[in-house]
């Protein structure tokens, strides 16, 4: 008899099998008495009575923890009724029942002990050997027919063992409920943990063998083992693994040489590759992840085979506990192919792939297939199909039964839905209206409600490579372990190391837990807890932020769904726990989208108004917040931007409440309005709307809108203007200045690119182009050498304009030009000389005046610096001039802080006049006579000259103050002004009589302490607030936000307050 | 005291040894390699056919034998891993797949789905605890 593998059996060599010859006589007996069923092997059977004795006898000397467990089991087992065992143990039962409940040697206390030690694994005995029990006593009764009077004892000891067994299947069985109840997770994974592998434990031997062959050995090692058992013979291995390792299979058993006897003849494994696993191992070889999954109904799956491999597919129900299912998707019909001779179909259908296209029974009859048939599809009652050549088509799909694995593979995450084929889907129901009764077509409904989830979808595939790298996690998130054996187990993330994270446990300080455990990244997830302000770092709604309101942990996945709500938009997204991270960050939205930026100024096309713009004040992930042009904020997406306005904006010219130019860029403070006395810079305009930007405010990215005339320009640049603005005016006058770009402004810049000459310093007499202005000092590039000079702003003299149009920005650069003026404006005829025959060049009666044209413009003596550019520059010249008399004098001279504005304006527009009349005069005769074209050059200069008259009607301008909600005097009467238009305004009386009356009737009523006055001048224009004290000449006045502040009391005036 | 351990063990081995063999002679493994389902309470590995024949030995309270319908409710074709238990007493990995009180048999390392709900509460009624394992544990 064979008994190597059993004797080999105890780890340690340990004792050697009984000698079954000394059974003999016994398992005679009992085979006479009772027919043993052949399948027993009986020289085992005997070894029942003798065994228990010494068991009995030894339990002391049992010291060792093995041979006791050992004992546990047999007894366990033992204590199963079994119709040997009792034959055998007859004798012995009473003082085997006495002692179960007396004395520690009773295996059945001991049994009992052990119910009542710490070893869980035990635990699960009890219902597992009840369950045995039943199974083993019905297979008994079945099997033997024994004498029931033989069997009282038996039967009675049974009932008690069972009674016993069930009471404490009902004990454990309420511990272990209420650790599930508590969700005791931990403790579970410490229940794993105890069965971690022991040097007690059997070893695990690894063999090679063909990938594909591990399931097909495992089950030939098995049959073997139960081949040799029915022999009587077992082979001395406890268990064959065919895990997830490929091209391994392992074999466990206390004793090397057993592995080999049970490997001995079994094809295919590679004995010579044994090799024993590590203890710490073990638990790796039984790792396995669930690779498939069963396909639930209304997934998206992926047809893996025939002319569909690839397509999408929509489970609409699933079959034999999933392992069928049964699929919708676009069939690919290839209709000729019954046409075609059997060969020529048979290569066809082998080669080529027919499109896909939906089904049509129409289409199918037209061609004369009769074997169309309309019927029910088998196990789905109320769905009627169409039923052709084997297959069942609804609504134009088909549908078809499928195996699970084989035939279809879930829609994973490798391979998610494309749009385009989810629309396939959906467009289904609207290219079809036949089907009307089929409208509630679930695979469109599906595809529609998934369209939402697509982007997501393909948000992840395109970052799912680094989500499957470590699924988002950081050092330092909370992880939860998701698999493994210490499943539940929470703790933090403390190092990253390629495919293995290192996690200190979070609350396991009761459990003894030391130091950092290892995890495959796999088995962990990231635990973000609700209420968590978390950042999102991928997919569709990357960048966002928001706390966490709820998690939700989806069905057979290991991820999570948390709901956040964003921060900035305040809607709530479900996320992926993968895809967030903890942060404190607050997103403010993206930077770019669709080509626009933040702060843009765009063209809006939705809404009503044609000419809406707005700036974009939030890029979202789809969409833009924008303010518009009334202050309006509101979402639209990138289809409805028409483009930006922003470098419009950025050549845009408004006139402020004092009528300083204003641009994009300067910093202004508000007069009036909501936003009154906030302080911001323009970041954009469109038309008198301006856009303002304040750091400081966080509504709707800083930027607000104001009206142009609503706003002061407020800096050090600030000119103090003597216009209050009269509107009529100044509107032409922005509209003009806008379109001649740079002129004169406020920043000096009208002077660069002038011709100056130098006129003092190492450069005197140097005759440049005015590269850059500062108010002090310009850049001056000089026409003879290659180079550029700073001079001082007092210093040059601007000779390049010919017509004694200089502009003067500054009051300093008055001085200086002063002397150039008279030689200038001499020059200037002779060069408007030069002007007209350009005109003339300018037409086809170029050659005629082209004798008059040389001496003229060489007359021009200054005409140096036009080397060749002759036509260009003074057409741009002449354009200049066209409006330049008009405004020049109206913005510097009278604007100057010269007490009498009159005096400076009527000299120089009386030169203006006298210069341009002439030049004009001589223009037109010829003009006459020459090009049809040169009257519109003229026309603007008329234009002009109607600006001049009107601006020497300004002579009595509107005072500063002129504004509304001033308080004045009229006539003696206090009144408010209502409503100005130009230098004439709408009165309100004390009794609330309104009257118009200009300007000039009434006077400013002279604020006292305590009233509220706006400051009219110097740097705080603009300002509004309450006159606290007048000391002498200035005023202290403290403005809304209570700061105080020192003002001249020239600059103020009475308003009323607010209402 | 050696000799008591001898006695003992070798009575031990002597009475373990016809238990165990005894059920492993009676165990089944699956017989084909296509079909194969695992009993979604404990996991043991069989094909449909075998336990629509036979039942689930260790579960015979799902009442599988002859009802081709229950076969279908409580196994399922989603498991990972097998490992063949010969000796589910000593088997460490028995133990480890808590296995280890149930007959010997090829069962799976992880079992997918979840028991019926009717199922789950009949279960529940008679006591008995079961366990769709989740992959690993």
């Known amino acids: 008899m064979n008994r190597g593998g059993g004797k080999m059996l105890r780890p340690g060599g340990n004792q050697p099998f009984f000698d079954d010859s000394s059974d003999d006589s016994d398992s005679d007996e009992e085979e006479e008495v009772q027919d043993a069923p052949p399948s027993r092997p009986t020289t085992n059977l005997s070894s029942d009575e003798d065994d228990d004795d010494s068991d009995d006898d030894d339990d002391l000397g049992a010291s060792n923890k093995r041979s006791r467990s050992f004992d546990d089991d047999r007894k366990t087992k033992k204590s199963r009724p079994s119709f040997f065992d009792e034959e055998a143990e007859d004798a012995d039962d009473d003082e085997d029942e006495e002692e179960a409940y007396g004395t520690h040697h009773d295996p059945h206390d001991r049994v009992k002990r052990h119910y009542t030690e710490d070893d869980i694994r035990r635990e699960n005995m009890d219902e597992e050997a009840l369950a045995i029990i039943n199974r083993q006593n019905r297979r008994r009764n079945q ?44 403790l579970a994974a410490v229940t794993q943990q105890s069965l971690l592998p022991s040097v007690s434990d059997p070893n695990l031997w690894m063999f090679g063998c063909a990938n594909g062959k591990e399931q097909e050995l495992v089950y030939q090692i098995m049959n073997k083992c139960i081949a040799f058992a029915r022999q009587g013979k077992p082979l001395g291995i406890t268990s064959a693994v065919a895990a997830q390792s490929k091209g391994r299979i392992y074999i466990e058993s206390y004793s090397e040489p057993a592995v080999r006897e049970a490997i001995q003849g079994v094809r295919g494994l590679m004995a010579y590759s044994m090799r024993m696993v590590p203890l710490n191992d073990m638990t790796t070889v039984m790792t396995v992840t669930a690779k498939k999954k069963p396909v639930k109904k209304n997934e998206w799956v992926r047809m893996a085979r025939g002319h569909y491999k690839g397509d999408l597919a929509l489970v609409r129900a699933v079959r ?66 169409d039923f052709f050549e084997g297959n069942y088509y609804s609504d134009g799909y088909l549908l078809k039964e499928v195996t699970v694995g084989t035939m279809v593979k879930p829609c994973g995450e490798e391979e998610p839905p494309t749009l385009d084929e989810l629309q396939r889907f959906r467009n289904r129901n609207k290219n079809e209206g036949r089907y009307e009764d089929d409208e509630e077509n679930e695979g469109s409904k599906m595809a529609k409600s998934l369209l939402e989830e697509l982007s997501d979808l393909q948000g992840k595939t395109s970052l ?56 495959l990244v796999s088995q962990v997830r990231k635990d973000i807890p609700v209420g968590a302000h978390v950042k999102v770092i991928e997919g569709r709604y990357s960048n966002e932020t928001g706390v966490v309101v709820a998690v939700e942990k989806l069905e057979g996945e290991n991820d999570a769904t948390a709901v956040i709500l964003t921060d900035m938009t305040h809607k709530e997204v479900s996320v992926r726990i993968s895809q967030l991270q903890e942060s404190a960050e607050v997103a403010s939205g993206q930077d770019k989208l ?39 904020v509101r979402e639209v997406r990138p289809e409805e931007l028409r483009g930006k306005r922003n470098s419009s904006s950025g050549r845009a010219v408004a006139l402020d409440v004092q009528g300083n130019q204003i641009r994009v860029g ?60 009269p509107s009529g ?29 130098i006129q003092a310093g190492n450069w005197k007499g140097y005759l440049g182009a005015v590269a850059d202005a500062t108010p002090t000092h310009v850049q001056v590039e000089l026409h003879s050498r290659l180079k550029k000079v700073m001079v001082l702003r007092e210093r040059v003299a601007v000779v390049g304009d010919k017509f004694g149009a200089t502009e003067d920005p500054d009051r300093s650069n008055m001085g200086s030009m002063i002397a150039p003026t008279t030689p200038f404006l001499g020059g200037a005829t002779p060069m408007h000389g030069g002007a007209t025959p350009m005109h003339g060049g300018a037409t086809p009666m170029h050659g005629q005046l082209s004798g008059g044209f040389t001496p003229s413009h060489s007359s021009g003596g200054d005409d140096v610096w036009q080397p060749g550019g002759v036509i260009d520059i003074a057409e741009e010249e002449n354009n200049n001039s066209t409006w330049a008399p008009g405004t020049s004098p109206t913005q510097e001279n009278d604007f100057g802080s010269s007490a009498a504005p009159e005096s400076t304006w009527n000299p120089t527009s009386s030169d203006q006049g006298s210069t341009w009349t002439p030049s004009t005069n001589d223009v037109v005769p010829k003009m006459e006579t020459t090009a049809t074209s040169a009257p519109k050059k003229e026309e603007p200069d008329y234009g002009i000259q109607g600006a001049t008259a009107l601006g020497a009607d300004d002579g009595q301008q509107a005072p500063v103050w002129f504004m509304e909600r001033v308080c004045i005097q009229f006539n003696g009467k206090s009144a408010v002004i209502k409503d100005v238009d130009n230098k004439s305004a709408v009165v309100e009386f004390d009794d609330k009589t309104t009257q118009n009356i200009t300007a000039s009737e009434c006077t400013m009523v002279p604020p006292g302490e305590h009233d509220t006055v706006l400051v009219t001048g110097g740097a705080d224009v603009g300002l509004e607030g309450e006159l606290v004290c007048i000391d002498g000449t200035d005023a202290i006045l403290r403005d809304p936000n209570g700061e105080f502040k020192i003002v001249d009391l020239v600059h103020l005036a009475k308003i009323v307050g607010e209402s | 005291m050696s000799a008591y351990m001898d006695e003992e063990d070798v009575g031990d081995e002597e009475e373990r040894v016809p238990q165990q063999v005894a059920e492993l002679a009676r165990a089944s493994a699956p017989t084909n390699m296509k079909g194969i389902r695992a009993c979604k309470r404990c996991g043991i590995l069989k094909t449909l056919d075998q336990f629509i024949d036979d039942g689930c030995e260790n579960c015979p309270f799902l009442d599988m034998a002859d009802n081709p319908d229950r076969c279908n409710l409580c196994t399922t074709a989603f498991f990972e891993g097998q490992v063949a238990v010969m000796d589910p007493r000593e088997s460490w990995t028995a133990k480890w797949l808590r296995v280890d009180a149930y007959l010997p048999g090829v069962y799976a390392i992880s079992v997918t789905g979840t028991m019926d709900k009717e199922i789950e509460e009949e279960l529940e009624s008679r006591g008995c605890r079961y366990r769709c394992r989740p992959a690993g544990s």
């Open chain 1, 143 to 186: 099997m033997a027919s024994f004498n029931p009077d033989d069997d009282i004892e038996d039967v009675a000891r049974q009932i008690e063992e069972r009674h016993r067994l069930a009471s404490r299947r009902v004990d454990r069985t309420v511990l272990d409920d209420a650790d599930i109840a508590n969700g005791n997770q931990s």
């Open chain 1, 320 to 385: 034999e506990s999933g392992i069928k299912c049964i699929i919708q998707c676009v069939p690919r019909l290839d209709l000729t192919l019954s046409e075609l001779p059997p060969e020529e179909a048979k290569i066809r259908r082998r080669t080529v792939k027919p499109p896909q296209k939906f089904f049509n029974p129409q289409d199918v009859a037209a061609m004369g297939k009769q074997n169309l048939a309309r019927q029910r599809f088998p196990g789905m009652n109320d769905l009627y199909c």
């Open chain 1, 464 to 519: 799912g490579e680094k989500s499957t790298n470590n699924g988002g996690l950081v050092i330092g998130d909370t992880i939860e372990v998701i698999e493994g054996d210490l499943v539940g187990m929470r703790g933090k993330l403390m190092s990253i190391d390629g495919s293995t994270v290192k996690v200190k446990p979070i609350g396991t300080d009761n459990l003894g837990t030391t130091g950092e455990i290892e995890f």
């Open chain 1, 594 to 632: 669709a080509g626009y930026e933040l702060h843009d100024l765009v063209v809006l096309s939705g809404g009503g108004s044609a000419n809406e713009v707005g700036v974009i004040v939030r890029v979202g992930r789809e969409e833009f917040t924008v303010i518009n042009n009334h202050g309006i």
């Open chain 1, 666 to 725: 300067d910093t202004v403070s508000v007069a009036e309005g909501p936003h009154k006395g906030k302080s911001a810079t323009i970041k954009r305009m469109n038309r008198a709307q301006l856009f303002l930007y304040s750091q400081t405010r966080s509504e709707n990215a800083g930027i607000f809108v104001v009206r142009s005339r609503s706003c002061v320009l407020s800096g050090s640049k600030v000119q103090r203007g003597g216009s209050d603005g």
């Open chain 1, 729 to 757: 005016f100044s509107t032409p006058q922005s509209q003009q200045r806008g379109a001649n770009g740079p002129n004169r402004g406020r920043r000096d810049d009208g002077l660069i690119g002038k011709t100056v000459r």
